[in-house]
């Protein structure tokens, strides 16, 4: 009895779980489907099931897509996005691993209070602190400039409290065989702490290439050049033509999507290996 009882409400949590999926990719299928689709079509599908069918396979299926890559700056864009991207991820990695390990490894005065501000940090909105940001990238002379775009997001309170929380666990014993072989702080750290850590680095690497890729306001304040311009920034430009088609934007917004996706999915199982190994052991 308890058998049969248990997977019954096995089945019914299984069903809820894809009917809540369900609801929320009923957007993208909508999205993807129109995409391909001219705006009359769209209008015609707009209260039907049609909707979330794509149309039939013909000469014009890609022609939305065709026309935003071939006269829009959306690829540009991308580029640059996964070029900062890119520079964001190793810097990040580099410079919140070795603060998360200093803080879980490195004795020094007050460490726990550190750790104490960092946690608090947390809690603190982005979009609060990003008016000071500015104002000192301004001041510094490096608005419309890669270099002030990118060094306010090196730093994340975030990414240095899963750094530590992972490295609290490693034994200590590793260090004291890395001393015994002359192994320096650094090189113990590249070599051996960060390879032994590759969920959470994976975490952090796709949670800062999904930041960058989704931020809209740091880079509308400090970008002016089109040529400099990230993926957001590009999406709203081109929506906000008048020559802009309700299926091209749908055609852009999905271009935009997909690799988030893409990523999201490959990298799932590492994101929550990194997040849960951060509470299993407090040092």
Known sequence: MKSNKRKTIEIIVCVIMIGVSLLFLFPIIWMIANSFKGDAQIIQDMNTFGAFIPPTLDRNFFSNYITIIQNS???????????????????????????????AKIKFPFREGWVLVITLLMIVPTETIIT?????????????????YILPLIVNPFNIFLFRQVFVQLPDEL????????????????????????????????FTFLNVWNDFIWPSLIFTSNDLLTVQIGLNSITANDNTTTGQVLATISLITIPVIIIYSLFSKQIVEGVTTTGTKEG
Not at 94 to 101: D, I, Q, T
Not at 176 to 200: N, Q, R
Request: glycine share 6%; aromatic share 8%; proline share 1%.
């Open 175 to 206: 260090r004291e065989a890395a001393e015994m072989d002359h192994c320096g702080t650094l090189k113990y750290f590249l070599k051996i702490v960060l390879p032994m850590s590759k969920s959470v680095v994976a975490t952090v690497s796709v």
């Open 132 to 148: 000071i940001n500015y104002m000192m990238i301004a001041k510094a002379g490096l608005l419309n400039n890669i270099i002030g």
């Open 73 to 103: 700056d959306l690829m540009k864009y991308m580029a640059n996005t996964v070029f900062y991207a890119a520079i964001l991820i190793v810097l990040s990695v580099l410079v919140n691993g070795l603060a998360g390990y200093a803080l």
